[in-house]
């Protein structure tokens, strides 16, 4: 259990409920008066709970503590006559603690401009003051900023006297704070049909869920097996099958947004369910494209297992090139542009936000579409449909931001570029090109990283898709593909468009996939590269995620042993001119089901190990629905 201080005056104006408030956050409440006694109850709580410091005379909502002292995304947070640590964050405290111990007899002076910059210490303490707020200010001193959070209309303040807990205690009445909590629990950003159709009567599950105990991971869980059995009635290919699929599929996306809400409702962020947050959503809707493609070849004898692998393949696409270009521009400085000052003004129409947010089709909309077509249509349709939409969706975002970044003066860091380096995905073929062709590419023109890629991935993908089956053309493209991506980023990727050589690298690598399984004319070769490119598509969505983290990319030494997207492009070339011809043509089948299973247990282990390891970091995604 955590501790909770109380410390500073005592309270003699009306009684207050901050003890009760603080025990049902999950505190034991203690007491200590001055520095020297709250640093021996900081030093008696054990080092793995998290120690608060509270002012007595605090009044507040108890929403308003539980956002600053319960959340386990940061190691510290504070409100006013509030402060809380984790562990991470206890030695700076304690310090802290320290230094104003030493100074308790001195004068008050508050923490000032000298503190802020990094200077000695100029914090004291004195009868009257709040200790929970001189700790706040000296632990930023330190490079330990507290996390503040946006109270809004909530309320957290330090009333001295009669008067002040009056007003205090007007303000605390005029707020309906159930109401905030729940409106807190959605995301300030999501797409149409998420904020008017699902959110508005989805953070009252929430709610339900975490009156009752739920976590958010198994919500989320839920929201998984949900989605599976939604995929397994469609690959009934009945019409009664695909209803009651489209009707799962949306009750499986309402348990989706679910889990986001009861997690800030009740604030239960965790390791393990960022990395459930972050690859179910795929594996949900690349398992409901794999149902379709099966309930169209038993319900109509109908092969669509190129369209979804089309589909899945634009998808992780369009993905990438949103990662690529977030991480691109972090940090970068002097972030402006023309386009970008369009798209604010934009935004400041009301109907246009909504409009700019349904145009991308992100997964609100994107499943909604999904879910009706399967109902009401065929597989064939829903997944031309989803293809068309999709394909509009990522020409519209992919030339706003090649326009932003032609016209944004942007100088981009080296974190930016070791990002974009791991999302490329390099193997030891790419590897050993770029350390060959450094010098070259060093005298290369500005564009030059994305148009190889460009071209590489181009090249194999054409010749893939269009020569004869079985030959072994594809190889020689394979083997272009891997000079061109070794020379594309032999050089730090910081130019203004190379934020897209790591989704042309996809695109090349998934594209000759689903080409060479197309032309190949060997039954089963399709759904077997489907899984492949669904293991490759997990280690990279695996990757954005750590990135997403601060913690980089996946071990080198994973990377090298899963080929790199370049090694296994141009393995599945040398096996396509191998096993497609002759005799036993259901070689490629078998080549590409073990290539699948060997890189599915190589990168989804590793994922494992990091997710639920006590260092793995916890990443939520509050910006809103991705695309």
Known sequence: ??????????????????ADDLRALGFQVVEADGPRAVAERVADAPPAERVAVVDRRFRGHRHALRLALTDPRFDAGAVPGALAVQTAARPALARALADLAGNAAAPVVAAGPAAAQGGAPTATVSDGDVLADLLAGELGRQGAEPYRPELGVLVARVARGPQEQAAA??????????????????????????????????????????????????????????????????ATGTR????????????????????GQLARYSLQYSTLGAWLDATFDRAKEYAY??????????GGHDDVWAL?????????????????FNEANHDAAANTSPTAALSGRLDSVGWTVWVRRMIVLPIGERWFLIAVL????????????????????????????VLRSLTRKAKRTDRAAQALADLADSGPLAEAVARVTAPLARRLPAFAPPLLAAIGAGALTATAALAARGTWWVVAAAALYVVTSGIAVARPLKGALDWLVPPFFRAGEY????????????????????GLVAAVAYHHYDTVYRIRG????PPRALVRAAGGHEGRALLVAVLSAALVTGAHRTGFTVALTVLAAVLALLVVTESIRFWVSSGAPAVHDESGEPA
């Open 1 to 18: 259990m955590s501790t909770a201080i109380l410390t500073g005056p005592p309270d003699a104006g009306t009684p207050s409920p901050l």
């Open 169 to 234: 205690a007007d303000a605390i009445a005029g707020v309906d704070e159930e109401a905030v909590r729940l409106r807190s629990a959605v995301k300030s950003r999501d797409g149409f049909f998420t904020t008017h159709f699902i959110s508005p009567y989805s953070r009252y599950i929430a709610r339900w869920c975490a009156r009752r105990g739920l976590t958010p991971n198994q919500v989320t869980t839920a929201s998984l097996l949900v989605a599976l059995i939604a995929a397994g009635c469609a």
């Open 240 to 259: 009664v099958g695909y209803v009651a699929a489209g009707v799962l599929l949306l009750a499986s996306f309402v348990l989706d947004c679910t889990d």
């Open 289 to 298: 494209y794999a149902g379709l493609a099966l309930g169209a070849a038993r």
């Open 308 to 324: 979804a692998l089309g589909a899945m393949v634009l998808q992780t696409c369009r993905h990438v090139v949103d990662f690529s």
């Open 374 to 401: 399967t109902a009401a249509t065929t597989p064939r349709i829903t997944f031309v449909v989803l293809l068309i939409g999709c394909g509009l969706a990522a020409c519209y975002t992919t030339a706003g931001r």
């Open 511 to 530: 594209g000759a996939v689903l080409a060479l399984a197309a032309v190949s004319q060997v039954n089963g070769a399709l759904p077997a590269a489907f």
């Open 550 to 553: 601060g913690t980089g990319a």
